[in-house]
């Protein structure tokens, strides 16, 4: 059976998550985990967690816990990634700096400064975890959960031979909202979705073999419908389509929602919101924590996440679509070929199987060209270790360009490189160097 590894399985509940999601599969029953963590004390509360489910469940599975990231990837047969460059306190930079140039952000984990440095710091782990998987465990697949998804799995593709994916859940919760704001259950909807990670597009949504879309249309002109997803419901209205991922992000890929005051009063939008959301994780955790210091029993709680599902597949050969982001090997054929694109895929014994699109529609297409921009950029900059780069991925960035000239991009980018500096890869040229 399957030797799984969870890099970062300090984020416990998600790990308790995803392990639940792999114990409910009865063919996955003998799994071993190997959880590791460069946080001691996370690490250990991971591995009581994930000991108490599987006594719950009472199976065979087994699991140990190593801060030697290479003992823990040694003979995997799959990957799981999950960690945060920096954590909290890195987020808080990402956000606090940006804001006293007057650039308010409300995720900041994608896109937007946030998300260009974010990626700064992840991609270099990341591309470490990918070679030493070369030399223990080639074979292995690499389960990518963490963001900013699209620069990340780019950088992948771009520098290692190993096998991978990455998997985010915007398409199975925006499906979710859509069932519910057309009233219809959600198994029952049908629908194609392509474009790129958190900007992905409902290309058709239908129920029993009818265009939804029309309804859609309709009951976005319900107030209460309406101010439930404002900027998203606001760009299928100018874009004819309905995006992926969440309102409070999608705010923050363009230059229409969060330039003024009125308008993020408008569109409410949640200004520093994933500072919150990070407060409530590591409430979470400590919680967690005292649960298992207390012998408490901890309840398993499945997902929708795509990870248990294709582990599944791939070793029992079920045949399952899932979404995932690859790299674009004509697969949407008027975005770039040597961009990362979020679309359906084949899962079986044959692996993750990317499907054909086809062109998007031209609007759709442009408007993913103007995240991809600044995706290809910082991977560039990581790559060539050219620091002139990050520098224009911000530039090109839709929303601070919206807010900022360029004088305050380039002494803002200054700090954040300043601020980041012990994480950042080893820049050696351009004219900013």
């Not at 009865?26 to 009581?48: C, N, S, V």
């Not at 990340?152 to 519910?180: E, F, R, W």
């Not at 199987?353 to 609007?363: A, I, N, S």
Request: hydrophobic share 40%; net charge negative; glycine share 6%.
């Amino acid at each position: 059976m399957p030797k799984i590894t969870i890099i970062g399985a300090g984020s416990v509940v998600f790990t308790k998550k995803l392990i639940s999601d792999i114990l409910s599969f009865h063919e996955l029953k003998d799994t071993t985990f190997a959880l590791m963590d460069i946080d001691g004390d996370r690490l250990a509360t991971a591995e009581k967690m994930s000991k108490d489910l599987i006594a719950q469940s009472g199976i065979h599975a087994q699991v140990y816990a190593t801060l030697d990231r290479k003992e823990a990837l040694a003979g995997s047969d799959y990957v799981l990634n999950l960690i945060q460059v920096g954590m909290h306190e890195a987020t808080l930079i990402d956000f606090m700096i940006p804001k006293k140039y007057g650039l308010k952000q409300t995720i900041a984990d994608t896109l937007g400064v946030g998300g260009v440095f974010r990626a700064l710091r992840t991609i270099p782990v990341l591309l470490e975890i990918c070679r030493e998987m070369e030399e223990v465990c080639p074979n292995a697949w690499l389960l990518n959960y963490t963001n900013p998804m699209a620069m990340l799995m780019l950088a992948v593709a771009k520098a290692s031979p190993i096998k991978a994916v990455g998997l985010c859940h915007s398409v199975q919760n925006t499906a979710q909202d859509l069932a519910s704001y057309l009233n219809v259950p959600v198994e029952e909807l049908e629908y194609k979705v392509a474009g790129i990670n958190h900007m992905a597009w409902f290309l058709e949504l239908k129920h029993k073999g009818k265009d939804m879309y029309p309804r859609l249309f309709e009951v976005m002109e319900n107030e209460e419908i309406y101010i439930r997803d404002k900027v998203r419901f606001e760009m299928m209205r100018r874009l004819n389509y309905f995006v992926t991922e969440s309102s409070e992000h999608m705010a923050e890929y363009t230059p229409y929602f969060i330039k003024r005051d009125d308008l993020i009063k408008r569109f409410e939008i949640p200004i520093d919101e994933y500072i919150r959301r990070s407060e409530r994780n590591m409430e979470r955790y400590k919680e967690t924590k005292k649960k298992i210091e207390k012998g408490e029993m901890i309840v398993g709680e499945q997902s929708h996440e795509y990870g248990a599902p294709i582990i599944h597949s791939i070793e029992t050969g079920t045949n399952r679509v899932i979404w995932g982001n690859v790299l674009n090997k004509y697969l949407i054929t008027n975005l770039p070929y040597n961009s990362c694109v979020e679309v359906p895929c084949l899962v079986n014994k044959g692996g993750v199987q990317p499907c054909y699109v086809g062109d998007l529609p031209p609007q759709l297409a442009a408007m993913n060209m103007t995240n991809i921009n600044v995706q290809q950029l910082v991977v560039e900059a990581v790559l060539t270790g050219d620091i002139d780069y990050v520098y224009h991925a911000v530039m090109l960035d839709p929303h601070t360009a919206s807010v900022l000239s360029l004088d305050e991009i380039w002494a803002m980018t200054r700090e954040m490189i300043e601020a980041h500096r012990e994480y950042l890869p080893n820049f050696i040229k351009g004219r900013n160097y």
